[in-house]
């Protein structure tokens, strides 16, 4: 995605009008003309100033740039719908676009150019192109002599670099994605945008489900899935939050402060899913309830994926 000098967004068409992004959201979930509010009148241009998405983004030091497409405007009406559908004026007097930018405040990050701000994640030159790979985890470093088949000492991403610019994308892409690791081929662009949302199930909930605290179980990890589960819990659901005993969630080793900010009050259940006993365990937590879901995986957890169809028979899925 291309980025642009702060100086030359005047001439950028990035300014629909309040809660369209909204409007498009909610049609796409299926509810058209359904009613909401929004007090939104700034320039998409200006949300992305007063949100602090451009202390994020540029070189290192150097001036900022700003995205073409209106990140922070798409934000705070994503928040916008949700606060609709629910009925809950959640997370009050906070919009959209400071949820994506609070962890960055809460840990004093800045703009790190072709890092993502904690330099976890990065931009890496391969023989043929681009990837972009994220190791959040210690458990991610020990992956990368059965990924690269040469070793490589935890952290040193100068090591790596090195390797990686001698070797074609195609040769490691696929085994990284079989060992489950986080990357993706950083040159290609779609040729149009996939389903952002999919139903696996349109049971309607049992009537005793509806009448108690809906229950959220939450496979994901790091940031994005736990700040969704996170809203729901402020929406008033019980959220369950399940890690792998082999594979905890890597943002325990962050900062302790903003993994209490995202999972503080869920319910945290750790499980062995490399073993059948962890995996009916899981099953069994998830039998009857009403939300689950997880980020797409690739690899050793795909075996996962079997899971929702296994369940939703009984439940609403």
Known sequence: MS?????QTAALDISPAPGDYAVKLLRDLGFNGFPF???????????MVDSG????????LGDPVICPVPLASCADDALTV?????GVPVLRGIEGAELLTERAAVMGLARNGDQSTTGHCRL?????????????????????????????ERGDWSSLAAHLATVPSGAILGRGRELGLALADATIIPDALSHWMRTTSFAAAPLALRRRRPRVIDLSSLWAGPLCSRLWQ????????????????????????????????????????HTPEGQQALRELILGQIWFWRLPVQGPCARLASLPRTCSPSGPG
């Open 53 to 60: 998405f451009l202390a994020l983004t540029g070189d290192g």
């Open 124 to 152: 890496l030159a391969t023989w043929d192109g681009t990837i972009g790979l994220n190791l959040a985890r210690e458990s991610d470093w020990e992956l990368l002599p059965a990924w690269i088949e040469c070793a490589v």
């Open 234 to 273: 402020a929406a008033g659901a019980e959220v369950v939050k399940v890690e792998s005993t082999q594979r905890p969630d890597g943002a325990r080793s962050g900062s302790a402060a903003f993994f209490e900010r995202l999972n503080g009050g869920k319910v945290c259940v750790s499980l062995d899913l």
């Open 37 to 47: 509010s929004t007090n939104r009148a700034s320039h998409p241009a200006t949300r």
């Open 3 to 7: 980025l642009l000098p702060l100086n």
């Open 82 to 86: 949700f606060r609709a559908l629910t």
